[in-house]
């Protein structure tokens, strides 16, 4: 069994094993090779070092990333979780609530849930939100996704971000005195729970692409040896290019926000929000 684990990175020299890769919405595969068959690739990875096939990785990952060849479970929800994040972030960091329009509600029990769609897409994926409201709470609590644009509004992907945004309300009001503090996407979390909300989201709207490709760098890392596991054990990491990182502003260094300075520039940015809801 292959498992894998994938998570946001701000300083590049943080790892070297990091290959340049191309997220593109056409339908030709990068450098026009054939689809390859990645699972039985990353199999391969626990007999070799990561060196010996950063080409074919970086290839396989830009093939499998258009938008009509997203078939590998082994490496594409780290590529569709940073699409995700990216997605959903420069919409808030462009327009704020004003940069999503609800396309549902449905009311479950004592629980009201909306979904709301992004009015940007990039390199043929949009993004969107499961906003989730308890009478127990002021505020809300949130679950994600990201699919091809013309899938987003009857996307699967809805059931599993309407669970995500109902899940902490639930362990919440099982444990009501519970404290999510301890680490900063809890505390975030809180904060948006115990908050009040009342934006009234437009009902419909237009997704416009703002760009046909994305670029971002990918590193798939074999962690069976040093970790000393009876099975095999990746790490893919997806950062940098022009990925908004997950960020918290009052941890920054001088080196992240020099980093997300340009990150505006290129997106046109005056600056990022102070706090935001993609956690």
């Known amino acids: 069994m292959v498992r894998k684990i994938y998570f946001f990175i701000l300083a590049d020299d943080l790892w070297r094993s990091l290959y340049r890769c191309r997220l593109g919405s056409s339908g030709q595969n990068h450098q026009g090779l054939s689809e390859p068959k990645f699972a039985d690739k990353l199999h391969q990875l626990s007999e070799f070092s990561i060196s010996k096939f950063s080409k ?70 949009s993004g969107g939100m499961s906003l989730c409201q308890s009478p127990s709470y002021k505020g809300i609590s949130f679950g994600y996704l990201a699919d091809i644009t013309r899938k987003i509004a009857t996307s699967e992907k809805w059931e599993q971000a309407f669970y995500e945004s109902y899940d902490l309300i639930r362990v919440k009001e099982a444990n009501p005195t519970a404290q999510m503090q301890k680490d900063l996407i809890g505390r975030e979390l809180e904060y948006y729970l115990n908050t009040p909300f009342e934006h009234s989201f437009a009902n419909e709207g237009q997704i416009i692409e703002l760009k046909k490709e994305l670029h971002s760098n990918l590193a798939v890392i074999d962690l069976n040896e040093s970790l000393n596991l009876p099975v095999p054990f990746y790490a893919a990491v997806v950062h940098g290019g022009d990925l908004l990182p997950l960020y918290f502003t009052d941890l920054l260094t001088n080196n992240g926000k020099k980093y997300i300075q340009d990150l505006c520039e290129r997106w046109e940015l005056s600056e990022l929000p102070e706090r935001h809801p993609i956690l």
């Open 56 to 125: 074919n990785i970086c290839v396989s990952a830009a093939a499998f990333l258009q938008p009509e060849a997203l078939s590998c479970p082994k490496i594409d929800r780290a590529l569709r979780e940073a699409i995700e994040r990216h997605l959903l972030l420069l919409t808030f960091a462009k327009y704020g609530w004003n940069g999503f329009f609800e396309i549902d509600q449905m009311q479950m029990n004592n629980y009201k849930f909306r979904s709301v769609v992004s009015k940007i897409s990039l390199a043929g994926f």
